[in-house]
């Protein structure tokens, strides 16, 4: 979606994209496993390293006495890729699917991507715009492969709110976002992602009188910026 602004005069044009999860539209794909992709608009929910869980994620979430609604969560089933929210309308391309294989113990399910022609790809809309307060983004993921895009969301252009896409690789991991500030959120972080296993990663904004973001890959925090 395209949302153009005249100020005094001047025209200031905003793209907000789809979310994709395993790859974009530029082909560096993923090649792997991802489940339990969720997000949560206006919650860090990590600030410090955690065990993450060893049952699957829920729509919910609580902080303190609170219980919050997910913005997304997108769980694998038998019937297909479900998103537990029901508020984001989603499109598998390529061929895109569900396999019984997850982090978890029990009859769980995760979306396998080739790394070429498979993702999904979900329709921009107002839960997933994260504005400047605080956010989490996390999934569980298992990498055969070597690197890939395995969330990406390209806003752009002046007065666009950030994006976020995120990069892995076996020896690095980037939050990248564009939007009006393009660049780096926290640049490549050196660390080790074991092939073929289960890793659990978090991109975290933090924001309470200043901002933190943080990345945590199996609850470790790896890499931060202000």
């Known amino acids: ?3 153009t602004v005249s100020i005094t005069g001047t025209t200031y044009a905003a793209t907000y994209s789809a979310l994709y999860v395993g790859g974009d539209t530029s082909g560096d794909n993923w090649t792997g496993y991802v489940t339990d992709v969720r997000v949560a608009n206006g919650a860090a929910l990590y600030t410090a390293n955690f065990f993450p869980s060893a049952a699957p994620a829920t729509p919910t979430y609580t902080i303190g006495a609170t219980t919050y609604n997910s913005n997304l969560l997108l769980n694998g089933t038998t019937g297909g890729v479900v998103d537990a929210t029901r508020t984001v309308d989603y499109e598998t391309l390529g061929d895109a699917k569900v396999t019984p294989f997850s982090p978890y113990n029990g009859s769980y399910y995760s979306n396998y991507f ?18 400047s307060g605080s956010v989490t983004a996390e ?37 990248y976002y564009d939007g009006a500030n393009n660049g780096y959120v926290i640049s490549p972080i050196t660390t080790t992602i074991t092939q073929n296993a289960w890793h659990h990663i978090a991109l975290v904004r933090s924001v309470s009188g200043s901002t933190t973001n943080s990345i945590f890959v199996d609850g470790i925090r790896i890499g931060t910026s202000t």
Request: glycine letters at 12%; proline letters at 3%.
């Open 1 to 3: 979606q395209t949302y």
């Open 114 to 131: 080739n790394g070429s022609t498979d993702y999904l790809s979900l329709a921009d809309n107002a839960n997933l715009e994260f504005g």
């Open 139 to 175: 999934c569980w993921f298992y990498m055969p492969g070597t690197s890939g895009y395995l969330l990406d969301k390209n806003n752009s252009g002046t007065g666009a709110a950030p994006g976020f896409s995120l990069n892995i690789t076996t020896t690095s991991v980037t939050w």
